[in-house]
T-cell receptor, first 116, second 113 residues
Framework: DSGVTQTPKHLITATGQRVTLRCSPRSGDLSVYWYQQSLDQGLQFLIQYYNGEERAKGNILERFSAQQFPDLHSELNLSSLELGDSALYFC???????????????FGPGTRLTVL | SQQGEEDPQALSIQEGENATMNCSYKTSINNLQWYRQNSGRGLVHLILIRSNEREKHSGRLRVTLDTSKKSSSLLITASRAADTASYFCATAISSGSARQLTFGSGTQLTVLP
């Protein structure tokens, strides 16, 4: 158990709909990352938040948005869903490094999204 | 786009044998990390090697890094059936204050009992 929790575990919805995925980082971790894993695209970085502020953006579609709340949990909002959005969505968290270097990331169990 | 590419894509070995997976990347890195993923589960961090290190060990894992060739290898010694999983390399790129990882396509390792 990594200490990172994600809800829900599974989500089945229809095209055009909007869903919200939730992530709670490990205690003490300030950074939250969202990743999408699909068979054709592999594991793609979407976005990073650090202590409530957006820090980096990857291959995140305009239909997707995220935020990190004062209690450090994060939500990933996916709207106008398409069949191709079906994937595993992972959240990860990491502890700030005093040296400024990169630390390991701790991954949650993921949310499996199926768009029908 | 993928920064790292793992080789081979799939590897099948007998229990007790060693497994070697390779990773190549394209740009300068801060560090390189290896992760393991059991089918449909979250990724688990295995080991991190910094750009100024050449080799690192952790239990049955040995990682090497050659920054001149932009490549890394992960060796799992005395493999066990429980090592069956997908293994990913991930590069941390020196880019301001961002801390995202870029993952390779993964190697599917099957260890036969």
């Amino acid at each position: 158990d990594s200490g990172v929790t994600q809800t829900p575990k599974h989500l089945i919805t229809a095209t055009g709909q909007r869903v919200t995925l939730r992530c709670s980082p490990r205690s003490g971790d300030l950074s939250v990352y969202w990743y999408q894993q699909s068979l054709d695209q592999g594991l793609q970085f979407l976005i990073q938040y650090y202590n409530g502020e957006e820090r980096a953006k990857g291959n995140i579609l305009e239909r997707f948005s995220a935020q990190q709340f004062p209690d450090l949990h994060s939500e990933l909002n996916l709207s106008s869903l398409e069949l191709g959005d079906s994937a595993l969505y992972f959240c990860a968290s990491s502890h700030p490094s005093t040296s400024g270097s990169y630390n390991e990331q701790f991954f949650g169990p993921g949310t499996r999204l199926t768009v029908l | 786009s993928q920064q790292g590419e793992e080789d081979p894509q799939a590897l099948s070995i007998q229990e007790g044998e060693n497994a070697t997976m390779n990773c190549s990347y394209k740009t300068s890195i801060n560090n390189l990390q290896w992760y393991r993923q059991n089918s449909g589960r979250g990724l688990v961090h295995l080991i991190l090697i910094r750009s100024n290190e050449r080799e690192k060990h952790s239990g049955r894992l040995r990682v090497t890094l050659d920054t001149s060739k932009k490549s890394s290898s992960l060796l799992i010694t005395a493999s066990r059936a429980a090592d069956t999983a997908s293994y990913f390399c991930a590069t941390a790129i020196s880019s301001g204050s961002a801390r995202q990882l870029t993952f390779g396509s993964g190697t599917q390792l099957t260890v036969l009992p």
